[in-house]
């Protein structure tokens, strides 16, 4: 039974062709759809098994990264993204799609409150290098526990590092699980080395990395060591595969 794959583009997002490509080459069936175009017919998400909005630098980042992007599909798709949830379709953010997630509210907590940031790089400026990432048990749906260790994926962002403002959250994600990828070593003084996050439900996924820059390992840089890092694609659809045909899933 095939997947569909809902890879938003425009904007400014500019890594939807990788992103889509990623699923594709997992088995899913894969459509580049224009936000406008979304939000002409919001009703068209329900029709996705899974939701994605990838990297790229959404309105130039003014005012802050995804603020402005996340304010246009809140106010044009929040009921449809609502159902969305309802129904337990997983949602994927990469890093500027992993900014629009926290600036929504849809992350750390899945419930439209925004109670974290995805901020300035400490030291600041833009990063682009690839980093080692440490991938930990957790309640995410998009991993596999299989494919726990040390991948590598790279970074390119000047907003980068997750902060919260209150001790309880941190000890939430912590106690549910829900810190995905950690920074081995922390580029952006990201909070307790967080790299990637997912809600208590383990269904919407948001990272900064670049999963689907590192799926072909005959592309990897010399000396850079891959350890199962495109798996969150392969595994989200072998999970969905599971769901639509009555078998029961392990988390």
């Known amino acids: 039974m095939e997947i569909k794959v809902l890879v938003l583009c425009g904007d400014g997002l500019n890594c939807e062709n990788e992103t889509a490509y990623a699923f594709t080459k997992y088995g899913a069936q894969s ?9 002409l017919r919001p009703s068209s998400l329900l029709e996705y098994d899974i939701f994605v909005i990838p990297g790229g630098f959404s309105f130039g980042d003014e005012i802050s990264a995804a603020r402005i992007l996340s304010l246009k599909l809140l106010k044009g798709l929040r009921r ?27 992350l750390p907590f899945g419930d439209f409150s925004k109670r974290g940031v995805i901020t300035d790089n400490i030291p600041r400026g833009f990063m682009d290098k690839w980093v080692s990432l440490e991938l930990k048990q957790s309640i995410c749906k998009w991993i596999s526990d299989d ?37 081995c070593e922390n580029p952006n003084s990201s909070t307790l080395d967080i790299a990637a996050l997912c809600d208590p439900k383990g269904l919407i996924l948001g ?45």
């Open 80 to 106: 449809e993204l609502e159902k969305f949830i309802e129904l337990s379709k997983p949602i994927l953010g990469i890093c500027n799609g992993a900014q629009a997630l926290m600036e929504m509210g849809l």
């Open 207 to 251: 990272l900064m990395p670049h999963p689907e820059a590192s799926i072909d390992t005959d592309l990897l840089p010399i000396g850079i060591l891959n350890h199962s890092s495109s798996n969150i694609f392969k595994t989200i659809i072998s999970y969905m595969e599971n769901i639509k045909n009555g078998v029961s899933n392990g988390k």
């Open 147 to 183: 494919d726990i260790g040390v991948t590598s994926m790279p970074i390119r962002h000047g907003q980068g590092r997750f902060v919260f403002d209150e001790s309880v959250e941190l000890d939430s994600l912590i106690e549910g699980k829900q810190i995905v990828y950690s920074y």
């Open 31 to 39: 459509d580049i759809v224009h936000i406008n175009d979304l939000l």
